[in-house]
C-alpha cells in the first residue's frame, strides 16, 4: 500500500501592517481567516493492485482462439476484412459528414427518434416496465437461455 502527503501553505506579502495573500497556483488551498493559517493534509493511498484487468483477459481469448484454430489463415484474412471494413466505414462516414443537408437532416432524425424513445419507454412506469422485460427477453434469447 502506497501512501503520500503534502502540506501546503499560502504566499503572504508583507507591506507594513497590511497582509497580502496570494494562493499557490500548483495546490488549492484555503484563505487566512482571522490571522490563523489554515493548511490542508493531501494523503492518497493505493487500494489494491488487480493484474486480472479486462484487457489481460481478451489477450488470453485472442490466445486460446488462436493456438485451437486449425485454419490460421482464415483468422487473418478475417482480421484484414475487418480492419478493411473499419477503414471503408469511416470513409463513408466522413463522405456523408461532407454533404451539405445529409448531416443535418440525420442529427435532426437522431434527436426525433431519441425524444420518442424517451417519450415511449422511459416517461412513464409501466413503459419502463415493459423496456426492461424486453431488453431481459432478448438478453436471455441471445445468451440461449
Known amino acids: 500500500m502506497a501512501s503520500a ?3 501546503a501553505l499560502p504566499y503572504l ?3 507594513g501592517n497590511r497582509t497580502y495573500l496570494r ?3 500548483y495546490v488549492p488551498i484555503s484563505t487566512i481567516t482571522r490571522g490563523r493559517k489554515r493548511c490542508f493534509t493531501v494523503v492518497a493511498k493505493a487500494v489494491g493492485d488487480d493484474s486480472d484487468s479486462s484487457s489481460g483477459s481478451f489477450v488470453k481469448y485472442v490466445r486460446n482462439a488462436w493456438n485451437n ?4 489463415l482464415a483468422l ?4 484484414f476484412a475487418a480492419i478493411a471494413a473499419f477503414w471503408a466505414s469511416s470513409s463513408l462516414i466522413a463522405a456523408i459528414d461532407k454533404l451539405p443537408f445529409i448531416p443535418s437532416a440525420l442529427e435532426f432524425i437522431g434527436i426525433w427518434f431519441s425524444w420518442w424513445f424517451i417519450y415511449r419507454y422511459i416517461l412513464f412506469k409501466p413503459d419502463r416496465e415493459e423496456l ?3 431488453v431481459k427477453n432478448s438478453i436471455s434469447d ?4
Open 5 to 7: 502527503s503534502a502540506i
Open 69 to 72: 484454430s486449425e485454419d490460421r
Open 76 to 79: 487473418v484474412g478475417l482480421g
Open 132 to 134: 426492461v422485460r424486453n
Open 142 to 145: 441471445i445468451l440461449g437461455q
Open 13 to 15: 506579502f508583507f507591506n
Open 23 to 25: 494562493k499557490n497556483p
